[in-house]
Nanobody, 124 residues
């Protein structure tokens, strides 16, 4: 699976952005999709995940109520709608794909394929 993330940019605190990640190469609807982020000087962390059909989602506590993950299997695309952005949301955002296993989908180990990252910068 090849993943191409887009939609990052510079936004003021309180603003919104929508990230997109388009997949190619395999059957998109067979994969759990996730978003992770890595801030400068920090380790990569979980942001959100969505099951294959979109029936189930999960979020990091830090983004609950502000971010929404969704997917369109007909377009092979997963989205991350980010509202009420804060300066601490500044990071390189990665999308990832993996087949569902016993490994929690909040873990990076659950994902086999990774996109190149798209940079989100939130100014105060």
């Amino acid at each position: 699976v090849q993943l191409q993330a887009s939609g990052g940019g510079l936004v003021q605190a309180g603003g919104s952005l929508r990230l997109s990640c388009t997949a190619s190469g395999r059957t998109f609807s067979n994969y759990v999709m996730g978003w992770f982020r890595q801030a400068p000087g920090k380790e990569r962390e979980f942001v959100a995940t969505i099951r294959e059909s979109g029936s189930s989602t999960d979020y990091a506590d830090s983004v609950k109520g502000r971010f929404t993950i969704s997917r369109d299997n007909a377009k092979n695309t997963v989205y991350l709608q980010m509202n009420s952005l804060k300066p601490e949301d500044t990071a390189l955002y990665y999308c990832a794909a993996g087949r569902y296993t016993i490994i929690p989908t909040t873990s990076q180990s659950a994902y086999t394929y990774w996109g190149q990252g798209t940079l989100v910068t939130v100014s105060s």
